[in-house]
């Protein structure tokens, strides 16, 4: 066994308790070997981590994402969902290239890396690109190709199904399996019926999930109760789309009968709070949504409506939106908070991961405590969903390979990534004016 170990840190467990353990990986398999107090020495390590000072948790998983959009940071903002991407958003990607995705996506994935996020949910333009980036960041992911329909004649929208179902089957099981894909029609009100439905059968036949936005904004949700008198996850589920396997971006605006229904079938919820906020959407019922046993996991959205791709700032904002929302201060407390941004994440997109355990996928960050505004460690589960920032990571494994070592990405060159990017971005803005 080739043995790479992480020595000296304090591990979080799945039950979000904290032992002192090193952590052995067996970089051949890109699994957990074992956990245990001064273990490293029993193994003859290829490689070493130190994680003195460090506590070393699940990589966080980011469930729903646009991860290009980091090239539309800051264009438009303060605006409420619907105009922000009729007027500004949608303009700007109907100009995009593919080499435009590659470069905006290489670096969100940078950005995500340092973070201590191993694993993503995209939905977007130009999958192979994004496969191409993930692979080579040596990330997790779930990919699909976003299908929008509305505003478009049926040639034009079978095209967008197409290249669903086509980048869906190319790239599942990619890069060594750490690529999986999903069908990802873009919304209720923005894909027709007739195409939901086909997308739904689409989804079926080839054993792939769906992944889509829901009850996200009351301007969305109304004028489907209006026109068909139903809920518009009764709508979905009426069209199949709420399964087990199944995942749907935002739930703010859901009813009783809905959070029942998506805890009765095992479908994931993937809570977006600084989109939410920033777009004004509303605040997602999240603790009702764990009482009732839904598995919800954590989002950024894309950059452009949060603006950052942190999922340490996401998990706190979970947290305090939460306490908000439910007007009761002991709501979504710091353990849910983090549980779902590790494991309810990973279990809601259906990928490995999200726990340090014997046996379990090597997506694992290294957070370093030793900090001003980590001082005093009365509690470091505190301190993880309140204070920690995303620049606390130290380093960063995912499968059983470094991406990032004290503070360097290794997997890309971060200075050539952020030129790109930005000069991508300068240009596209300026085509799209
Ligand atoms: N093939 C589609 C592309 C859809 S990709 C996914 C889309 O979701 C958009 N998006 C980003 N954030 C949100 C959000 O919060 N709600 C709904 N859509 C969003 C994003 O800008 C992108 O256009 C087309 O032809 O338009
Ligand atoms: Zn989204």
């Known amino acids: 066994m080739n043995a790479l170990c992480i020595i000296g840190g304090r591990v979080l467990r799945p039950d979000c308790s904290v032992e002192n353990a090193d952590v052995v990986i067996d970089t051949d398999t890109g699994r957990i070997h074992d956990i245990g107090e001064d273990i490293a020495a029993d193994y003859d390590a290829a490689e070493t981590l130190d994680a003195d000072g460090c506590l070393v948790m699940p990589g966080l998983v980011n469930a729903h994402t646009h991860v290009a959009m980091t090239l539309l940071r800051g264009y438009a903002d303060d605006k409420p969902l619907d105009s922000w991407l009729r007027e500004d958003i949608w303009p700007a990607e109907a100009e995009l290239e593919p080499e435009d995705v590659r470069a905006g996506t290489e670096l969100g994935l940078i950005e995500m890396i340092r973070s201590g996020t191993t694993t993503f949910a995209d939905m977007y333009f130009e999958v192979p690109e994004i496969a191409a980036a993930v692979e080579a960041s040596g990330m997790r992911a779930r990919l699909g190709h976003g299908i929008v329909t509305v505003a478009k004649d049926d040639a034009e929208a079978a095209t967008d199904i197409e290249e669903g179902l086509r980048v869906a089957r190319e790239f599942d099981g990619a890069a060594d399996g750490r690529i999986h894909t999903a069908f990802m029609p873009h919304s209720l009100t923005t894909v027709d019926e007739?195409?939901?439905?086909?997308s739904v059968a689409t989804a079926r036949e080839?054993?792939?999930?769906?992944?889509?936005?829901?009850?996200?904004?009351?301007?969305?949700?109304?004028?489907?109760?209006?026109e068909r008198d139903q809920r518009p996850l009764a709508y979905a589920d009426e069209l199949g789309m709420v399964s087990e396997e199944d995942f749907l971006a935002h739930g703010v605006h859901?009813?009783?009968?809905?959070?029942?229904?998506?805890?009765?079938?095992?479908?994931?919820?993937?809570?977006?709070?600084?989109?939410?906020?920033?777009?004004?959407?509303?605040?997602?019922?999240?603790?009702?949504?764990?009482?009732?046993?839904?598995?919800?996991?954590?989002?950024?959205?894309?950059?452009?409506?949060?603006?950052?791709?942190?999922?340490?700032?996401?998990?706190?904002?979970?947290?305090?939106?939460?306490?908000?929302?439910?007007?009761?201060?002991?709501?979504?407390?710091?353990?849910?908070?983090?549980?779902?941004?590790?494991?309810?994440?990973a279990d809601a997109i259906g990928l490995p991961g999200g726990r340090i355990e014997e046996g379990g996928v090597a997506d694992i960050a290294v957070v370093d405590l030793d900090a001003p505004h980590l001082a005093p460690a009365h509690d470091v589960v505190s301190h993880l969903a309140y204070a920690v920032r995303g620049s606390d990571v130290r380093h960063t494994i995912c499968d059983g390979q470094i991406l990032m070592r004290d503070r360097e990405v290794l997997t890309l060159d971060e200075e050539e990534v952020v030129e790109t990017a930005c000069e991508r971005a300068m240009a596209l803005v300026e085509r799209a004016e």
Request: include cysteine.
């Open 194 to 198: 007739k195409f939901l439905r086909e």
């Open 206 to 226: 080839n054993e792939i999930p769906l992944h889509f936005h829901a009850n996200e904004t009351t301007d969305e949700v109304d004028p489907i109760v209006e």
């Open 254 to 345: 859901v009813d009783a009968a809905e959070i029942e229904l998506l805890a009765e079938r095992g479908t994931g919820v993937i809570h977006c709070p600084a989109s939410n906020m920033k777009l004004a959407s509303g605040i997602a019922p999240v603790q009702q949504m764990l009482d009732a046993g839904v598995t919800v996991g954590i989002g950024t959205d894309g950059a452009a409506s949060n603006n950052d791709l942190d999922m340490f700032d996401e998990l706190r904002d979970a947290a305090m939106l939460g306490k908000l929302g439910a007007d009761d201060a002991s709501a979504v407390p710091a353990e849910a908070a983090i549980t779902a941004a590790t494991a309810g994440s």
